[in-house]
Nanobody, 123 residues
Framework: QVQLVESGGGLVQAGGSLRLSCAAS????????MGWFRQAPGKEREFVAS????????YYADSVKDRFTISRDNAKNTLYLQMNSLKPEDTAVYYC????????????????WGQGTQVTVSS
């Protein structure tokens, strides 16, 4: 089992930045690929970014490429999502997720989920 707790969400103006964190506990964090997903009101949960267990490989949704950066610190058991140039359409609940093996981009590939953190971008 892996327990995931997100933090760092909040209200920000368009063009601003936020950094989300996801603290992991339980099994060895470094053995898991990690991902960020988001869900806006009335929409399905969607892929944002993912990272391999070493951090060497990263993947991004086209909508966030060049604005968001996913990273991890295995010594601190923490996953990050640096979000820059935020847009109102980035408003959503952001979820941290984990899976053993390679990093994926699909919802069903992930076994463990956090409770989510709200990000609201005002225009």
């Amino acid at each position: 089992q892996v327990q995931l707790v997100e933090s760092g969400g909040g209200l920000v103006q368009a063009g601003g930045s936020l950094r989300l964190s996801c603290a992991a506990s339980g099994r060895t964090f470094s053995a898991y690929a990690m991902g960020w997903f988001r869900q806006a009101p009335g929409k399905e949960r969607e892929f944002v970014a993912s990272i391999s267990w070493t951090g060497a490989r990263t993947y991004y949704a086209d909508s966030v490429k060049d604005r968001f950066t996913i990273s991890r610190d295995n010594a601190k058991n923490t996953l990050y999502l640096q979000m820059n140039s935020l847009k109102p359409e980035d408003t959503a609940v952001y979820y941290c997720s984990a899976r053993p093996g390679v990093a994926g981009t699909r919802l069903y590939e992930y076994d463990y989920w956090g409770q989510g953190t709200q990000v609201t971008v005002s225009s």
